[in-house]
Each structure stands twice: as C-alpha cells, then as structure tokens.
C-alpha cells in the first residue's frame, strides 16, 4: 500500500535549446510580448451555470415528464434565481442521440439560447458499492442477483459502471467500463466474500444473551454483572464507531475518485446499514435489562451524525447522488427479538434497526438520491433506481461566482403541483478554480485526462534507494516558457506556476495532494530567445517500492489556464534479490 508521498526537494532548472527567435517590432512603444498584449488583468466575474437536477413522480412514483420551465421555482440561499435554461430528459433522447446521430442532425434546429457545456448531453457514471464489511452474505447475495439485471438494462451509452467493494479496505473491483460482462462478472465474483458483520453479529448477540441472563436469574452469575455488561456495552460502542470511520472514510475516497468526472454521477450504496448511533440497540437494551435508564444519556456521546454529514458534504461538492439498499429487506421487531432471545425488549431491537437504516435515507436524502429500504422486492428498488438513470429535469441559473469555496442551499419548488413529489440536491458547492484542479488531479489518477495546452511533459528518472524500504524517484516535469504568462517586473519578465503532483499505487492506495508555487523569472534581454525553450521542475519523490501512476498539474496564476498530465512508473525493490 502506498504510505507516504513527499517532494522534499524541488528545483528549477532552465534548458536552454539552440534556436532562438527575435520579437517583431522590438523598437515600438507598445508591447508586442505574445504572453502580454493580448491579456487583460481587469476585475471581473466569473460567470457559470448551476445545473440542478430535479426528478419529478406522482403519488404512484411514476415519473412525471409534461412540465415546462415555468413550472419551477428554484431559491438559492432563500432568493428566487431566474431560470435560464431548462431541459427535460428521458429514455428517448438518448437514444435519439446514441442510437440515430444522423437523425439527430438532420433535424431542424430551434431557435433558442444553446445549452451550456454541463447541460448538453453527458456521461453517466454509475459507481456499484458493496460494502461486505457490513453487508450479511446472504442479504448481499440476493441483492446482487437483482443488480446484475439492474447492470444488463442500464449499461449503455452514456453509461459507464464502476464496481467498489469494502472489505477492511476500500478496492475498486472493476474501473468504469461500457462492458456490462465485466460488471456482472465483478459482482459476481463478491459472492463468496464473507465481512466482518457476521463476527460483530455474533459477539452483539452474546452481549444480548448476558442481559437476558440477568433477566431470568440475577445471581446466576459474575459475567452477567452489572458492571461487567456494561463494560462490555461501551466497549462494543467504541469498535462500532472505529469501523465507521473506516467506511465512510472509503466511501468519502470513491466520491472524491469520482470529482473531476464530468456529467451525472451516482454511487449505488449496497449494506445493512450503518449506525447513526453507535452501539444504540445495545444501551436501550442494557437500561431495560438493568432497569437503568441513565444508560440512554450515552447516545449523545456515539452519536456519528458530524461523520455522516461530512460525507454528505463531499458527495454534494462533488455532484455525486447516493442511493441507498438495505440488503436486509423487510424486517419487523418480533423476528428480531426472537432472533436475540430478549424477551419483551421490542423497542431495542425496533430503534436498533431504525437506527441502521436512518443513516442510509439520511444519505440518499441530502444529496439528491433515493433510499430504498424496508423492502424484499429488490427488483422493484432497482426498477425506481433505474428511472433515474435517463429521465430528470435539467434545470439551469446563472450564478457570479465569489471566487472561493462556497456552500448554497437550493430549494426548489412545484407551486402549481404541490401534488407531485420533488426530489433534488438541497446544496451546491461553488468551487474556486484551484479546488475544480485539484478534483481534476485526483480524479486522473484513475481516468485519463487529456486537457495539456502547456505541452507538459513528465519524466520518471532512475530511482535511488532513501532510508527505511523507501526510494526517492526523481521526476523531470518540463513545458515551454512561453507557454506561461510572463508580466514585466524591474529588469525582468516573472510568472508564476502552481505545480499539483498526487500518486496512487497499483494496489488503490494514494498519496496527499502536494501543491507548490513556481517562480518563472527571466531577464528582459532574454525574452526573444525563449522561443522553443524548456522550463523544467526537478521533483524528488519519496515512494515505496511498487507499480504508480502518477498525476500532475500546473495551473498558470495570471491566465488561470491548466495543464494535466499523467505518467505510470515502477519501482523496483532492489532489497529483493532475482
């Protein structure tokens, strides 16, 4: 696993090549640089378009597909925003577009304001999530059975599924692909994965059946004490909130996997559940059984709501919409009583259960999705997931953005039908452009990105072994001068570069984001020779040993244009002898 990814030494180093070209006009008053006269460094907005996806159903979750613009009513941040532009999706126009291009064509344009770019048609990119660490083997398998239809009927152009598991560690089973054969035979291979519920099941019950003990005879035993169970209890508590940080910790990674992917993005979440309180079924059951009803004081201390909203923040700045399957299906308190063997404790095991699936309509809720919970018909959640997938509301306004990172809240509303049921991302995460880089950075080292107007180039040198099983990799990052924009300053022509570098090892491990700041300084007198000449960053990368693909960035301060490369790299453990 990739541990550590450092660029403890950096220099700049200019390679000057052997041609060299004059500046027309280098006698007129008036700056004909090619990197200055054409810029303007004037304040001003940056104008964007906030796309909102809306899914309408009626009081049968039928989709609802006859409504005009003036329909809607969308608020940011409690002020009405005019809507601009407005498009109704469905099955249809896709195919219109994928399965019939030259009718697409052929057919007369109306005239009406263009689409912007996010609004056009785009990718839909489908992340399958089984979480097998709290996922019970056979609730999973029946599930799956019905998420391979789900991928059969759905995966089409411009559809792209990815499947993710968590098994003590985030994997990414199968990478986006048009193949449905390989989806299905990465889920496939999930069945016969056994997690860690069912040990964690088997030591809640054993908790539960001391409890029960005392119940019939409190004196049957030191083990059953008290003060004995209740340690027990809090110690359960603590392992049930440790696991959860580790699994919304790996669902936070697959959605900032997925934050420079454009188009519409859904992570189809698959468990039985997650606590919103840790431990809660096992407190209320010991302040019946104990009749100490101070026990119940202790939820607000297991209460993981801040981590839960934490991943609802980084699945909306990412535009990523959670749908959320309970794999446990229909479950009533009896079968679950009967289960635990604790006679008349009813409520536990109903606010125990709740309590697991509040997290997943919680998730679903917050950021535009669905959850799908309650339910043996699993092909029925997937058939409401699968409307989803091609029939939407794509509902547009221009927003100033304030330069930063910044959080709305969007409210929209069916003033003429309040009959019809409204389903929405309720926040939009304004980004600056240095946040929107380094999603893009991120997300390449798992898709390709080809956007490199800078011609930016990467060169992995020989490594050297460093100390402790790690090895320092130079790397040559190198792009034409002129390409940056350079601004008269004294005696010289300076820009500046900020350099972005992530790594992720063959394994699914990955490296922080280092970003650093490059001062490009040259002398007037040089700035007619600069023409075919190189800029180079010398980076040092402290790695272990091991396959990488590597990530780079530069994005240029005064333009704010940006480059992205990526290269793949091994190295070789030298320590190990052939």
Known sequence: MLKRLFIPVVAL???????????????????????????????????TVVNVIAYVTDQHGHPVTDLKKEDFKVLQDGRERKISHFKLYTEDVYRSVYEAPEAQAAAPVEKAAPLPKEMEI???????????????????????????????????????????????????????TEDSTLVVQALRAQRMVTGGTVSRDADRKRILDKMRRYKNDPNSGMDISKRNV??????????ESNDLLFTLQALRSTVSMMAGLPGKKSLIYISNGLPMIAGMELLYAYANAYDEPSALTQFSRWDQTSQFNSLVAAANSQDVSLYTIGAGGLRHASVATAETAMVGDTIASSVGEENYLDSLRFMAKETGGKALVNTNDFSLAFDKISADVFTYYSIGYTLNRSGGDKIHNIKVELPTHPEYNLRYRRRYVEKSLETRVRDKVMTALLFPLEENPFQLKIENLPPAPAAKGRWTMPVAISFPIDSITLLP????????????????????GQSDLIRQIHEIRIPAEDMENIKDKKWTINASLLMEAGKYRLSVALMDQVSNQTSYVQSSTFIRDLTIKD
């Open 489 to 508: 300053e004294g005696e010289d022509y300076v820009g500046h570069a900020v350099l972005f570098v992530a790594a992720r090892d063959s394994e699914g």
């Open 122 to 176: 785009q990718p839909i990119y489908i992340v399958l999530y089984v979480d097998n660490e709290n996922l019970h083997p056979m609730d999973r398998n029946r599930v799956l059975s019905k998420a391979t239809e789900f991928v059969r009927r759905n995966l089409r152009p411009p559809v792209q599924m990815m499947v993710a598991t968590f098994d003590k560690e985030l994997k990414i089973i199968q990478p986006f």
């Open 230 to 239: 209740w340690g027990l209890v809090l110690g359960a508590a603590e392992e």
């Open 13 to 47: 180093l200019l390679a000057l090549g052997s041609s060299s070209v004059m500046a027309e006009n280098g006698d007129s008053e008036k700056s004909t640089d090619p990197k200055t006269q054409n810029e303007t460094f004037e304040g001003h907005y940056d104008l």
